[in-house]
């Protein structure tokens, strides 16, 4: 009995057909990123198989070309599931494999690698090409250009179909511009002033992650991990023409 559990625990991790396809957790396509503290749960499944108890569920991180990272975790059909927390920023694969218990029934092939993405932590720099312009005259009445800058920890880069998406908002003297395009045009994360009435403007734009569409996503918040940045712009009046006095 032992010899043929230990040949089919060899079969299911080397992927030898025998007839019960197996998935991972309740998201397809095979692709899952994460923001912040957050903990993800693998979970396998079959299509026309039920976890016994007993059966053994062997968990192994791998790398790019398939390699084994670390040691495997053995879990048991009673508690199946992997639980993901603290990853190191970067890409993260795991294939999982299921012997059971009873050796009369075939063992499954090892499941297509799912791949994790741990995003790294951002922060975004708003600037502005000008703090002030005048709204009339001669002289600069071009208006300002905003920038929103995104970087993250480390300098680490972001996977292939992960974009930022930002969200512009607006003060006048402390009270909320309710139309940007009252006062300017925004373009991702370009905001341009065309407003000519005088007053303070303080700009806040707001940067998340945007991952692929059907994609699995899971943040720290319900904002995507969002964060934001700040800066004031101010529109100038235009003195009146000076007089001339005789003394």
């Not at 396509?29 to 569920?57: H, I, K, M, R, W």
């Not at 009369?104 to 995003?119: F, K, N, R, W």
Request: with cysteine.
């Amino acid at each position: 009995m032992k010899r043929t559990n230990k040949f089919l625990k060899l079969s299911a991790i080397l992927g030898l057909i025998c007839g019960l396809p197996l998935a991972v957790a309740a998201q397809d396509p095979t692709v899952a990123y994460l923001c912040g503290n957050v903990t993800l749960t693998l979970q396998p499944q079959f299509s026309d198989y039920t976890l016994q108890p007993t059966d053994e569920v062997i968990w192994q991180e791998v790398d790019a070309t398939g390699n084994a990272v670390g040691t495997p975790v053995e879990q048991t059909g009673a508690s199946p599931n992997l639980l993901l927390s603290s990853l190191s920023v970067g890409e993260h694969s795991y294939r999982v494999s299921v012997i059971p218990a009873n050796t009369e029934v075939c063992a499954p092939d090892v499941s297509d690698d799912y791949t994790v993405h741990m995003l790294p932590v951002s922060t975004v720099s708003l600037t502005a090409d000008k703090d002030a312009y005048c709204e009339d005259g001669p002289t600069n009445t071009d208006p300002a250009i905003l920038t929103a800058t995104t970087s993250t920890t480390g300098g680490a880069g972001l996977p292939t179909g992960v974009e930022y998406s930002y969200t512009w908002s607006a003060t006048v003297g402390g009270t909320p511009v309710a139309d940007l395009t009252t006062i300017g045009t925004s373009n991702n994360n370009v905001f341009t002033m065309s407003t000519q009435t005088v007053g303070t403007y303080s700009f806040t734009v707001a940067a998340k992650y945007n991952v692929p569409a059907g994609t699995f996503f899971k943040a720290e918040d319900s904002n995507g991990c969002e964060v934001t940045g700040n800066t004031n712009v101010e529109v100038t009046a235009r003195p009146s023409k000076p007089t001339i006095t005789f003394q």
